[in-house]
């Protein structure tokens, strides 16, 4: 590094009002104000990312309130992932304004909106222009946040900082869902759940805003191993050449080594991204699950990820090296997704099944995510110290892109669930009310159906029906149907006369007794008066015996069939049109689903399996004696280095 330049002028320590705009430190600050500086930068990302994940919580309920098409909720991710992505590369050139100052006022910017803007969107087009805003902000702060975990975390102790940073996404899904799960049953209505999201994340910014501080260019712009090199950067700070460090820092950053390592764990977050997004829907068109049980199970993995993220930071912390963890978290990530996909043709696999392998891929994906963002900014320590946020703009950057291409796909991919979504609960509704008449119309024919809905008085449909509802012959039904029509007073004469008594007269139809029988029969059955009855009886021994041999045999079963379509008739006309529009297409989209989305599942498990070569051209050693050799040689260089200075 260049030390020639000038002394840079000392900064006054900002104070509480100074503070709101001039945050720079013009002194490394000591662990008790680093730990709460960081604490700080983890409780905003938090608060941002619960405002950007609340949408996948609610979905169900949101697509109801617009009356959205899968398409459109799929395309709300989309728009947000691209102007998050460009939004992270800004970051990048904006950083000279401030990387606090763009995380506490992007924040409150971020919450006012989710409080006020977002519950007053009463269109849909509303709504994804708010949305859009508030994924601007987050994609700036995804590159704001680390930079700052970074400034205040020695890369000896870099792993556990960005475990706890990464619990921002995390725990921000983890309240998503958790605070969905409780209040879902007592407030239904989507808007309620953005007012909580924005009372709660405005009162964390508002804290933001107040206590977040950054280091001064001078100090930030140097890697720093440990606690022991804080005088030795305070030294050199004096005498730090800046402007140079900050030169062609873009050109710097495009290397394999960064730019293949950020597209590396981009592909690798495809299940994430996935999961966050769409757990509810998934788990509702395929499972049957409620959306409250989905943003249960959606807890499972939060916590479990956590775990994982801060318990590995530590751990590569004390032993110094990230690739091995790296390596075995993904391996363990792959293997979750393996038995995952196992599942998706298996509607009834329970609730704490996918608890377990949801927590499995959990648990490997945070192992692998906090040690990958500490030699990630390793990575680009080595490039240019002062180059980090610029690096991680880079990331930021490519990791949007590459989601909203995910997303891309998934509408490619999984066409089945935009039928789910958009069809599948109204006609559970109309299921629900009208199931028998449903039977009827599946066992009758969707398509016969849909004739007879046009014009009621097809022979041919309603034929075809009634065969295959009575399970008669088909010529049987077009005879007994033909008699109906033609002898129907005739019919129902004969129906009025005691069948013991009919039976007697079509044997011996000359016997004058029984024949006066069955007159009394028909006038008082019928109200009819004698002479009436005697001719009905009289034309209705007309009827050839074998069609109403026929008649009498399928007679039954044509009454009781006929009163079924009677019933499917009396279903009011829109419910009817809507069965006969998407019954038949949602009852494909169920059979379709589940290989669908294994596919997709396959698609995010290769691209786990993408992640892992790009693991070996990252900073860092697998061996932690070599780990631990290498900080005892840069300790001893630091202390030679503070002798000198101090002569």
Request: charged share 15%; glycine share 6%.
């Amino acid at each position: 590094m260049s030390s020639t330049s000038t002394a840079a002028p000392e900064l006054q320590p900002p104070t509480l009002l100074t503070g709101l705009w001039q945050r720079k430190l013009p002194h490394y600050p000591e662990t008790p104000a680093r730990s709460w500086y960081l604490f700080l930068v983890v409780m905003v990302s938090i608060a941002l990312y619960y405002q950007l994940f609340v949408v996948g919580a609610i979905g169900n309920e949101l697509i109801a309130y617009y009356n959205l098409t899968f398409r459109y909720f799929v395309g709300i991710f989309i728009a947000g992932a691209a102007v998050g992505a460009a939004a992270s590369v800004a970051a990048g050139v904006l950083d000279r304004w401030g990387r606090a100052n763009m995380v506490a006022y992007g924040t409150v910017i971020c919450s006012a909106l989710t409080l006020f803007a977002v519950p007053l969107c009463t269109t849909k087009e509303a709504y994804l222009a708010v949305y859009c805003l508030i994924s601007v902000v987050e994609g700036a702060v995804l590159v704001a946040t680390p930079a700052l975990v970074r400034d205040f975390s020695p890369q000896l102790g870099r792993a556990s900082a960005m475990g706890f940073w990464t619990l921002g996404p995390v725990l921000g899904a983890l309240v998503t869902t958790e605070l969905s799960t409780l209040t879902l049953d007592e407030h239904p209505d989507w808007q309620f759940h953005y007012r909580l999201c924005g009372v709660i994340c405005l009162t964390i910014s508002i804290l933001g805003l107040i206590g977040l501080r950054e280091l001064s260019p001078a100090l930030r712009d140097q890697i720093m191993v440990s606690m022991r090199d804080k005088a030795l950067i305070e030294a050199r700070a004096r005498g730090l050449n800046v402007s140079a460090l900050e030169r062609d820092q873009w050109k710097q950053m495009m290397r394999f080594d960064i730019v293949g390592s950020a597209f590396g764990i981009a592909i690798f977050l495809a299940f994430f991204y996935t999961i966050v997004s769409f757990l509810p829907v998934y788990l509702a068109t395929n499972f049957g699950f409620t959306t409250k049980e989905a943003n249960a199970l959606g807890n499972w993995y939060w916590i479990s990820n956590a775990i994982g993220l801060v318990i590995t930071g530590i751990v590569s912390d004390y032993l110094k090296v990230r690739k091995p963890f790296m390596l075995f978290g993904a391996v363990m990530s792959i293997i979750g997704v393996y038995v995952f996909l196992g599942y998706t043709d298996r509607p009834g696999t329970d609730y704490y099944t996918f608890a377990i392998v949801l927590s499995l891929i959990a648990v490997g994906s945070g192992i692998a995510y906090s040690t990958w963002m500490a030699s990630f900014t390793e990575t680009v320590e080595n490039r240019n110290p002062a180059a980090t946020a610029v690096g991680l703009a880079v990331w930021g950057g490519i990791l949007r892109t590459v989601v909203t291409f995910v997303l891309f796909g998934l509408l490619i991919v999984v066409t089945a669930a935009g039928t789910l979504v958009n069809y599948g609960p109204e006609l559970q509704v109309i299921a629900a009310k009208y199931h028998t008449e449903i039977a009827t119309i599946q066992k009758a024919g969707a398509e016969n159906m849909e004739a007879l809905g046009k014009n009621p008085n097809d022979v041919a449909a309603q034929a075809a029906a009634l065969t295959r509802l009575t399970g008669a012959p088909e010529a049987d039904i077009k005879t007994a149907l033909s008699v109906n029509a033609k002898y129907s007073q005739e019919l129902a004469a004969l129906q009025a006369v005691d069948p013991a008594v009919l039976t007697k007269l079509i044997m011996n139809p000359a016997d004058q007794g029984l024949a006066a029988t069955a007159v009394g029969q028909i006038s008082q059955k019928l109200n009819l008066p004698a002479d009436q009855a005697a001719a009905r009886l009289a034309a209705a021994q007309q009827i050839p015996v074998a069609d109403l041999a026929v008649v009498s045999a399928v007679g039954p079963q044509l009454t009781a069939a006929s009163k079924q379509l009677a019933a499917v008739s009396a279903i009011p006309a829109e419910d009817r049109d809507f069965l006969a529009e998407h019954a038949s297409e949602v009852q494909q989209a169920q059979q379709d689903s589940a290989d669908q989305w294994k596919t997709w599942w396959w698609i995010c498990l290769l691209a786990q399996v993408g992640f892992i070569p790009f693991i070996f051209f990252m900073s860092g050693h697998w061996s932690p004696s070599k780990a631990e050799q290498e900080a005892a040689e840069h300790n001893e260089a630091v202390d030679r280095e503070l002798a000198a200075l101090t002569k």
